[in-house]
């Protein structure tokens, strides 16, 4: 029987971020690239704007023809012609006004655009009631980014204002760390995917979560139906999957030291090292490569599993890509009611966080199968291997699951 000591969860997060690791940069279309990180900065091709236009619907006009204009001593000028938005532009003649809409290019001869509302909104000739210096309201060429220049910088997460800009300035693909593909498969002869289950089976509801948390975190999954509790139905079930372009395989259930653990049976021979990790819940995990490829074994409870996933892989998948802000971001708050934490173990209680209150209270009790209560969470309350009791008031970690 093996007197091992158990693995912390630091340890076991460091294999498991060395194990997924980092992929490599690639060039990926612009329509695809919506929460990835640029692995290289972007120089502008072209000027944004890439002509000079008008920031308000007014008149274009030459701001020597309007000096005299304010209040009660308008400035009335000829409307020579329309500019809307699309159109080439053309020339401003001294003396007249071209109504021009926002965005429009500014007349070659122009200066300065005059707000439609300081003026009459004339349309063959307009009364202008204020003097405007030249450059007022108008977007000139280069204004927001010169050619040449840095548009974005790497290492930078392209949102939506990010992929806007690169649009605008013609851009169709950018090199970018790819999202990870993730496999996610349960394990266990009781699991089904039909919604009335037989006697004895249950549906398979980690699968199913476990790609969801895999899609949040910016990865791909790839979810494939449980296989059965023998070994050569799992390894099928792997080996058909591995030619797609997995970066990780993720399994949930047949892990820990019962009869019919059918991942640690297929897998232990085979690469992947099963262990225990100092933390509630979550104890028995597995990790490794199969034939070539990163393999993460969490528990199957659905607690445990997700748990797992929070505190192991979800951190690693976004390292993998590069993601500025891999880890939830942690919060003090104080308990609102009393709780007690097994002695050498680091646990994870589900909680719900008072934002504006800063206290948390705990989502039910302790056990790794109350899903509900996980539902119910948006927090995790991080308790120290020596925490074995606390009162209420008391401070704590929190990891805020919404961020």
């Known amino acids: 029987m093996s007197t091992s000591p158990l693995r912390t969860v630091a340890e076991h997060q460091g294999r498991i971020a060395d194990l997924v690791g980092t992929l490599a940069p690639t060039t990926i279309p612009l329509t695809d690239a919506a929460g990835l990180v640029l692995a290289e900065p972007v120089a502008s091709p072209e000027a944004l704007p890439s002509f000079d236009n008008s920031a308000m619907d007014g008149y274009a006009v030459r701001a020597a023809d309007i000096a005299d204009a304010g209040p009660g001593r308008p400035v009335t000028l000829p409307v020579a012609g329309d500019i809307p938005?699309?159109?080439?532009g053309g020339e401003l003649a001294p003396g007249t006004a071209h109504r021009i809409m926002t965005g429009a290019p500014l007349p070659r001869g122009a200066d300065a655009v005059v707000e439609v509302e300081a003026t009459d909104g004339g349309t063959a000739s307009v009364a202008i009631s204020a003097a405007?210096?030249?450059?007022?309201?108008?977007?000139?060429a280069g204004g927001d980014i010169e050619a040449g220049a840095i548009a974005l910088p790497a290492?930078?997460?392209?949102?939506?204002?990010?992929v806007g800009l690169l649009t605008a300035l013609g851009l169709q693909a950018v090199v970018a760390q790819p999202r990870p593909r993730v496999l996610?498969?349960?394990t266990g002869s009781e699991l089904t995917d039909d919604p009335e289950p037989a006697a004895g089976q249950i549906r398979d509801s980690n699968s199913v979560m476990l790609a969801a948390a895999v899609e949040e975190a910016g990865g791909v999954a790839v979810r494939r139906l449980w296989s059965a509790?023998?070994?050569?139905?799992?390894?099928?079930v792997l080996d058909a999957e591995l030619d797609a372009g997995i970066d990780l395989v993720l399994t949930s259930g047949g892990v820990s030291a019962g009869a019919y653990e059918v991942v640690k049976d297929a897998l232990a021979p085979r690469g992947?090292?099963?262990?225990?990790?100092?933390?509630?819940?979550?104890?028995?995990q597995g990790s490794g490569v199969y034939d070539g490829t990163p393999v993460v074994c969490l528990p199957g409870n659905p607690v445990s599993s997700l748990v797992s996933f929070e505190v192991f892989v979800r951190p690693a998948l976004r390292a993998a890509f590069g993601h500025p802000r891999p880890y939830?971001?942690?919060v003090r708050a104080r308990l609102a009611e009393p709780l007690s934490s097994p002695q050498g173990k680091r646990q994870f209680r589900r909680g719900v966080l008072d934002r504006a209150g800063g206290t948390v209270t705990l989502s039910g009790p302790a056990g790794s199968g109350f899903l509900g209560w996980m539902a119910r969470a948006d927090c995790l309350v991080d308790l120290a291997p020596g925490t074995t009791a606390l009162d209420a008031g008391a401070d704590v970690d929190v990891w805020d699951l919404t961020r």
């Not at 938005?85 to 080439?88: D, E, H, K, L, V």
């Open 229 to 236: 509790d023998d070994v050569p139905t799992f390894l099928g």
């Open 184 to 186: 996610v498969c349960s």
């Open 85 to 88: 938005a699309g159109s080439p």
């Open 328 to 330: 939830r971001d942690v």
């Open 155 to 162: 290492g930078i997460l392209l949102g939506p204002a990010q």
């Open 132 to 140: 405007r210096e030249a450059g007022s309201f108008v977007r000139v």
């Open 272 to 284: 992947v090292e099963f262990t225990k990790v100092a933390m509630q819940p979550g104890m028995p």
